[in-house]
């Protein structure tokens, strides 16, 4: 079996290593940010995924062939991701998993549905991915409108009397989170202090900071990822220093921290259940834990279960024509490392519990309760 490295840079030759000309060979394909400032995410999927495509191999892969993978880079960038989904449409992929970023999935999934390749997402939670995607688009994640709606009632809540900031990154994951979250803030009756955006990718976010600090903001809603908050967080926090955060599950990694230092402690977010606590992927996490040394925090085990439900809906149809797993997966209900899931018409998962808090100690994220 090929090692899963903390830092994957030849997964293509890893697996590829294990095939032999003779036999056949089922084409499959990874994509997600694997640079930038959503890497720690990126990698996480990635590694999720080979996992369960090693242990597919081990167990002698699928229908009786070989699955090879290619992983590719799509920056968390629309643009990119074209790209990247033209090359593995080139490269004759039946199937991927991915994209990460909300925008790269809606930016790719067009190109896939033409080239009839399904596409499972462990990660994009904008309603349009799934909303406006054709029959091939799946994921194994919730969805904003439904993350939106539990952090402004959280803020409605909890909150009312304090001045309120809703920020975003004006990306489709960053700007849909923001506005699910004031939708449902507005609809309690509590009304924001700002609802603005930054500029994400930057190192210096004087603009928005003085902002949140010339209305005296002391809870600070954040649509974006996890580089971008944190940065603006170890900012803000040195004029606001009783400033609280809440933002959504890009915040799902200790990756986090590194960017917001101190300041991140005591920050809450939301994401999907925690995986690692699943009696389902009990013997799956050991394995990551003992033979690879590594902790499958974030998507990972979201990309172990995505590969789980497609090979279950593979062998449901008896075949690889993409039709055919398209109305298994849609019909099927498929035991994963989340537990039993399935999809409902639209690609969206059912199965899962809603979207949960956790919050930001010193070193790691716990479960609020």
């Known amino acids: 079996?090929?090692?899963?490295?903390?830092?994957?840079?030849?997964?293509?030759?890893?697996?590829?290593?294990?095939?032999?000309?003779?036999q056949a060979q089922i084409k499959v394909g990874i994509a997600g940010p694997l640079s930038g400032s959503q890497l720690p995410h990126g990698e996480q999927q990635e590694i999720g995924a080979l996992k369960a495509f090693d242990h597919l191999n081990d167990e002698g892969g699928l229908l009786g062939e070989e699955i090879v993978i290619t992983s590719l880079d799509d920056a968390c960038e629309p643009e990119q991701a074209k790209a990247v989904a033209r090359q593995l449409v080139?490269?004759?992929?039946?199937?991927?998993?991915?994209?990460?970023?909300?925008?790269?999935?809606?930016?790719?999934?067009?190109?896939y549905e033409e080239a009839g390749i399904i596409m499972i997402s462990p990660a994009s939670t904008?309603?349009?991915?799934?909303?406006?995607?054709?029959?091939?688009?799946?994921r194994v994640i919730g969805r904003d409108d439904q993350q939106g709606r539990i952090a402004g009632d959280y803020l409605a809540d909890n909150h009312s009397n304090s001045n309120i900031a809703?920020?975003?990154?004006?990306?489709?994951?960053?700007?849909?989170?923001?506005?699910?979250?004031?939708?449902?803030?507005?609809?309690?009756?509590?009304?924001?202090?700002?609802?603005?955006?930054?500029?994400?990718?930057q190192t210096d976010y004087k603009l928005i900071v003085d902002k949140l600090v010339d209305a005296k903001i002391n809870v600070l809603y954040?649509?974006?990822?996890?580089?971008?908050?944190?940065?603006?967080?170890?900012?803000?926090?040195?004029?606001?220093?009783?400033?609280?955060?809440?933002?959504?599950?890009?915040?799902?990694?200790?990756?986090?921290?590194?960017?917001?230092?101190?300041?991140?402690?005591?920050?809450?977010?939301?994401?999907?259940?925690?995986?690692?606590?699943?009696?389902?992927?009990?013997?799956?996490?050991?394995?990551?834990?003992?033979?690879?040394?590594?902790e499958p925090e974030g998507p990972t085990l979201y990309g172990?279960?995505?590969?789980?439900?497609?090979?279950?809906?593979?062998?449901?149809?008896?075949?690889?024509?993409?039709?055919?797993?398209?109305?298994?997966l849609k019909?099927?209900?498929?035991d994963t490392v989340m537990g039993k899931i399935g999809f409902d018409e639209k690609g969206d998962v059912?199965?899962?519990?809603?979207?949960?808090?956790?919050?930001?100690?010193?070193?790691?994220?716990?479960?609020?309760e």
């Open 350 to 368: 059912t199965g899962l519990s809603a979207f949960v808090w956790y919050v930001f100690g010193k070193e790691d994220y716990v479960l609020v």
């Open 222 to 294: 954040a649509g974006g990822y996890q580089a971008d908050i944190g940065l603006i967080l170890r900012q803000v926090k040195k004029e606001l220093p009783s400033l609280q955060l809440f933002s959504g599950d890009s915040l799902s990694t200790v990756e986090f921290l590194f960017m917001s230092g101190e300041a991140g402690e005591g920050t809450y977010f939301t994401f999907g259940p925690d995986m690692r606590q699943m009696p389902e992927a009990a013997d799956v996490v050991a394995a990551f834990r003992d033979e690879d040394a590594y």
């Open 331 to 334: 019909s099927g209900s498929f």
């Open 126 to 138: 904008n309603p349009k991915v799934t909303d406006e995607g054709g029959p091939n688009v799946f």
């Open 166 to 201: 809703i920020i975003h990154d004006g990306q489709a994951y960053g700007l849909g989170l923001a506005e699910f979250t004031k939708r449902q803030l507005n609809k309690r009756g509590v009304i924001e202090v700002i609802f603005d955006s930054y500029t994400p990718e």
């Open 90 to 111: 080139s490269e004759g992929v039946i199937f991927v998993v991915g994209h990460v970023c909300s925008g790269a999935s809606l930016a790719a999934s067009k190109i």
């Open 1 to 22: 079996m090929c090692s899963i490295r903390n830092l994957l840079v030849a997964a293509v030759v890893c697996t590829a290593a294990n095939v032999t000309a003779a």
């Open 304 to 328: 172990y279960g995505a590969v789980q439900a497609w090979a279950q809906a593979v062998q449901l149809a008896g075949s690889l024509q993409p039709d055919s797993v398209i109305d298994a």
